[in-house]
């Protein structure tokens, strides 16, 4: 993982347009946050672009989005990032742009504030004093059907059949 400071720094020795963050792991997606509020309290100007396998509209739009005051950008997928670059360069498209993504941003942080969590978090207190009680003493385990040693070779696997398609490939 590359290092906020040197993404920030790189970004300023080169004067890129955009700065655009990738999130191949779990730890990527906390470092994105960093780099936003980071690109906030350095007062850069640029759009930011998140993407990666990792992250996600909700992500972006709940956790990264609100640390930063120019456009942050979630593109699901590389091919996009053509379009959406050129959206926010353009005088001309980029205010309906941003208006429709801050819209779409809106709905996704409702949608995600109107979400129950699944289950109430417990303390560990209170999981121990609710634990399972089971009787050991009193357990009988059942009778296996076969005792004694058995061979497992006829449950190996076994490569399979070579299955011909019709196609052939060179």
């Not at 990738?22 to 994105?32: A, F, K, Q, V, Y």
């Not at 980071?38 to 989005?65: N, Y």
Request: hydrophobic share 40%; glycine share 4%.
């Amino acid at each position: 993982m590359v290092p906020c400071e040197k993404i920030l720094k790189v970004a300023k020795e080169e004067n890129v347009d955009i700065i655009g963050l990738s999130g191949l792991i779990t730890p990527s997606l906390d470092e994105m946050v960093h780099v936003a509020k980071e690109m906030e309290r350095q007062g850069f100007d640029l759009p930011l672009l998140i993407g990666g396998a990792t992250t996600s509209k909700a992500h972006t739009a709940v956790k990264i989005e609100q640390n930063y005051q120019q456009p942050v950008v979630y593109v699901n997928n590389a091919s996009r990032a053509v379009g959406v670059c050129s959206s926010l360069l353009s005088d001309t498209l980029k205010p309906a742009f941003v208006e429709k993504l801050q819209a779409d941003y809106d709905v996704v942080r409702e949608q995600h504030a109107r979400k129950r969590p699944r289950t109430k978090p417990v303390t560990l207190e209170a999981a121990r004093a609710n634990k399972v009680a089971i009787d050991w003493a009193a357990y009988t385990p059942p009778v296996p059907a076969q005792r004694g040693s058995m061979s497992l070779m006829r449950w190996m696997w076994r490569p399979y059949a070579v299955i011909s398609t019709g196609h052939r490939f060179s």
